[in-house]
């Protein structure tokens, strides 16, 4: 029997919208389904030659601050069944750490990034695309909270990135990258939305044999 292909799942939305929630709950409805997670914002591009003060001044919020050519080298290994070492970012000090993380195969590939339906080579690897759609506030507030308590940023320097560069570029980018989702979910975690998501992903896998992969979008 040929070996099934891994469901590969993209899960994009602004900066703060709860991607990371409704992974967690995607994980916890599959019961033991093994699941391999990537984020796009571990793979930000080696900045460590430029001191703190022009590091601080990229805007990590545009497509071109992120190595996705990586990204998408790493997700056809995985869905090759072969293992891969994602970067790791230190936010603190915006530069990546000198080691990273393994990551294994899995039946299930998670990635998720707020751009990452914005570059097409990315998209067309994923079989299912979701987009957490959540009020602009909501997730200003929720940013602003984690900057704060797991980035050791200031209030200021949160707003002002906010301002200067998350919200152009999320007007630019994000929100028009909606278009290329299959499911939206609305206001963050939605028990049915991600309900119908568990099952869908469940289905896959039991089914017998190969799957067809999807056409390019």
Known sequence: MAKIKPM??????????GKTTIIKEIIKGLNGIDVVTLQHDAYYKDNSGLSLEE???????HPDALETKLLVFHLEELIAGREIEMPEYDFTVHSRKKTGAKKKPAPVIIADGILIFVEKTLRDLMDVRIFVNTDNDLRFIRR????MQERGRTMESVVA???DTVKPMHIAFV???????DIIIPEGHN???????VNMIKQTITDAGTRPLRGKR
């Open 8 to 17: 590969v799942i993209g899960v994009a939305g602004g900066s703060g919208s």
């Open 55 to 61: 590091r601080i001044k990229i805007n990590f919020d």
């Open 144 to 147: 602003l909270q984690r900057d």
């Open 161 to 163: 990135q906010y301002l």
């Open 175 to 181: 929100q028009p990258s909606r278009r290329y989702a």
């Open 191 to 197: 028990i049915v939305s991600t309900g119908v998501v």
